[in-house]
């Protein structure tokens, strides 16, 4: 069974930068695409981004491309999500996300096609 571990959360003043790490195990990382998902109090959860089990290209929400960078460590069997520029309005909790299914570009950003999740970690943007 896929278990993943959130690190990285934190509070960082407006226009800062943070880097969160998922640590995955239990599988075999290259065979599984990786997202990330956020969700705001009262909200509901938010797709950032999405790599494939190949690798290659990542996929962001709305918005996100360019302020955050997503990349997959295979030595580290991690996927990290660099996010630059934040906005009080990122903060959330951020959670990863893994599924071994084969996902078209159009379906990364469905919650429901992800089958291991984790506990997620804080991102608090405040001055």
């Known amino acids: 069974q896929v278990q993943l571990v959130e690190s990285g959360g934190g509070l960082v003043q407006p226009g800062g930068s943070l880097r969160l790490s998922c640590g995955f195990s239990?599988?075999?990382?290259?065979?599984?695409?990786m997202g990330w998902f956020r969700q705001a109090p009262g909200k509901d959860r938010e797709f950032v981004a999405a790599?494939?089990?190949?690798?290659?290209?990542?996929y962001y929400g709305n918005s996100m491309k360019g302020p955050f960078t997503l990349s997959r460590d295979r030595a580290k069997n991690t996927v990290n999500l660099e996010m630059s520029s934040l906005k009080p309005e990122d903060t959330a909790t951020y959670y990863c996300a893994a599924t071994g299914r084969l996902l078209i570009v159009s379906s990364m950003w469905d919650s429901g096609q992800y089958d291991a999740w984790g506990q997620g970690t804080q991102v608090t943007v405040s001055s």
């Open positions: 239990g599988r075999t990382f290259s065979a599984y695409t």
């Open positions: 790599i494939r089990s190949s690798g290659g290209s990542a």
